[in-house]
């Protein structure tokens, strides 16, 4: 399995923009589909995104289709979440997440960060 931890988190205001950073221990990263996730006060843990391999394909949860971004970048072993114009409805605690399969469904993610907080005040 490989080692995740994921920074970035804080305190934002509606509208604004914060970008998630992900890093993968081990030289195997270039193989793994990597994927965010997040889950909000008693709620279950949620699909927000995730990216094939080489990043050549990526898939959104509806609620943040347009407005964050996925991307990788296999030199750093490090994938990245960019959200832009937040909402309230984005506070969670956010988490990456690797899996050696890829569907257009999230599927097999098995190795898990510790998650980093993401606030947005209305």
């Known amino acids: 399995q490989v080692q995740l931890e994921e920074s970035g988190g804080g305190l934002v205001q509606a509208g604004d923009s914060l970008r998630l950073s992900c890093a993968a221990s081990?030289?195997?990263?270039?193989?793994?589909?990597m994927g965010w996730f997040r889950q909000a006060p008693g709620k279950e843990r949620e699909f927000v995104a995730q990216?094939?391999?080489?990043?050549?394909?990526?898939y959104y949860a509806d609620s943040v289709k347009g407005r964050f971004t996925i991307s990788r970048d296999n030199a750093k072993n490090t994938v990245y979440l960019q959200m832009n114009s937040l909402k309230p409805e984005d506070t969670a605690v956010y988490y990456c997440?690797?899996?050696?399969?890829?569907?257009?469904?999230?599927?097999?993610?098995?190795?898990w960060g510790q998650g980093t907080q993401v606030t947005v005040s209305s």
């Open positions: 081990g030289r195997t990263f270039s193989s793994y589909a």
């Open positions: 997440a690797a899996s050696r399969a890829f569907r257009e469904y999230p599927t097999g993610y098995n190795s």
């Open positions: 990216i094939s391999w080489n990043g050549g394909y990526t």
